[in-house]
Each structure stands twice: as C-alpha cells, then as structure tokens.
C-alpha cells in the first residue's frame, strides 16, 4: 500500500490493482445506485427504501464526509480508472480498537478475483497504523457464501457472542484482529 504524499494520508490508498479514494459526491451515478438496489439483500441497508434516488445517495455521502469515526473509500480500478465498488468502516472507535466494516464489490466483472482481501488487507492495515485499530468486525448473511469465504480468506473467523446488534435475523458476525 503507498500513499499518497500531496493528496493527504487517507485520500488515495494504492493497492495492486485499485485505488481507494476518499468517497466524495462525483462518484454519484446511476450506476452506482443500481449496485446498492442489486446488493440490497446483503448489504446492511437500514430500510428498503434508503438511498432509492440519486438525492438520498448524495445525502448519505455527504453526513459522512470529513468524519474521523466513518473510513468511506471508493474503489476504483488502477487501469481503467473506472469506480467499481466501495469499502466502508463505520464506526472507527479509536478508543477501543474496533472498526465495523462493509464492503460493495459493485461491478459484478470483479467478483471473485480476490478483491474484497485485497481492499481489506490494505485498509485494514491503515486503520492499525493511523488509528490503532486492532479489531475489525462485520456482520454478514448466512446466505452469502461467498462473503463469508472471501473473509474467511483474510484472517477473519466466525464468533458466536455477539459485539454489535444484529440488523438482521440472518446475520452472523465476523472478526479479525490484528
Ligand atoms: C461478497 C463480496 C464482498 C466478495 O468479494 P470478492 O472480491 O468477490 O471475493 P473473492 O474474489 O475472494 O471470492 C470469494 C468467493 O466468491 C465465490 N465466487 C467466485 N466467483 C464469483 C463471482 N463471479 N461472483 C460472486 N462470487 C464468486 C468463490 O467461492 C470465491 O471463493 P474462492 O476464491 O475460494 O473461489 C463481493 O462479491 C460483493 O461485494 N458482493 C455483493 C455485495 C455483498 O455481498 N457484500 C458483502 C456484504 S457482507
């Protein structure tokens, strides 16, 4: 992971293959909204009509801009410098060391390629430096095979006691500590 120097520590993180930018509202799109209507199912949306319009996209990004709790990065591919999925920690509590993480893999032509450890490693690993972060959790669907075994990939394991509230009846919880 390099940063870069003129941009500031946490606005563009370089893994191999991605950029992780700071999100901000340019990368609001169509397409974009699409992901998370697509995604729903698994992604922790508070009620199925949050973020339906373009407005409510913009509204959601922007309470959380400039926030030092909330770690919200775009993922953008390094060739072609198109945004293709988001990575997301909130809250980052540097008080006790845990960070809540979830993550978009939008573009579905990059699923099952490793992104999702590599985005992870890599700002996971921020996050220990920049914020003393020493544990990451997330919730996940048993319905989503393939989250749990992209996590199981990178160090984080299934805990049966539960750190945070459960949003949905399905979810089970992930940590990785570090
Ligand atoms: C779930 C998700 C985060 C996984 O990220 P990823 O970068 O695709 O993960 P990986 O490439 O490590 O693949 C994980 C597993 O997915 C499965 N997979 C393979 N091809 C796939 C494809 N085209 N699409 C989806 N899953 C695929 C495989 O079982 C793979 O395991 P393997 O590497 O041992 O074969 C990503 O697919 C995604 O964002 N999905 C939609 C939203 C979502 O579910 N978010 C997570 C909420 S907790």
Same mark, same amino acid.
């Not at 209507?37 to 409510?56: C, G, M, Y």
């Not at 914020?131 to 048993?142: K, Y």
């Given at each position: 992971?390099?940063?870069?120097?003129? =941009?500031?520590?946490?606005?563009?993180?370089?893994?191999? =293959?991605?950029?992780?930018r700071?999100?901000?509202?340019s990368?609001?799109?169509?397409?974009?909204?699409?992901?998370?209507?697509?995604?729903?199912?698994?992604?922790?949306?508070?009620?199925?009509?949050?973020?339906?319009?373009?407005? *409510?996209? =913009?509204?959601?990004?922007?309470a =959380?801009?400039?926030?030092?709790?909330?770690?919200?990065?775009?993922?953008?591919?390094?060739e072609?410098?198109?945004?293709?999925?988001?990575?997301?920690?909130?809250?980052?509590?540097?008080?006790?060391?845990?960070?809540?993480?979830?993550?978009?893999?939008? *573009?579905?032509?990059?699923?099952?390629?490793?992104?999702?450890?590599?985005?992870?490693?890599?700002?996971?690993?921020?996050?220990?430096?920049h914020?003393?972060?020493?544990?990451?959790?997330?919730?996940?669907?048993?319905k989503?095979?393939?989250?749990?075994?992209?996590?199981?990939?990178?160090?984080?394991?299934?805990?049966?006691?539960?750190?945070?509230?459960?949003?949905?009846?399905?979810?089970?919880?992930?940590?990785?500590?570090?």
């Open positions: 992971m390099s940063v870069s120097p003129e =941009r500031g520590p946490v606005l563009a993180l370089r893994t191999p =293959r991605f950029w992780l700071l999100m901000n509202l990368v609001v799109s169509q397409q974009y909204l699409d992901w998370i209507h697509v995604a729903s199912e698994f992604i922790n949306v508070k009620t199925p009509h949050d973020n339906q319009r373009l407005d *409510d996209l =913009r509204a959601y990004i922007a =959380r801009e400039g926030r030092h709790d909330v770690l919200f990065l775009a993922i953008v591919n390094a072609s410098g198109k945004h293709i999925g988001n990575i997301k920690y909130e809250s980052v509590d540097v008080q006790t060391g845990v960070a809540v993480m979830g993550i978009l893999v939008g *573009d579905q032509a990059f699923r099952g390629k490793g992104l999702a450890g590599e985005v992870l490693l890599a700002t996971a690993g921020w996050l220990k430096i914020r003393a972060i020493h544990t990451i959790v997330l919730g996940v669907s048993v989503n095979p393939a989250a749990i075994c992209a996590y199981e990939k990178v160090g984080f394991v299934l805990e049966d006691k539960l750190l945070v509230v459960k949003s949905h009846l399905d979810q089970v919880l992930m940590v990785k500590r570090q």
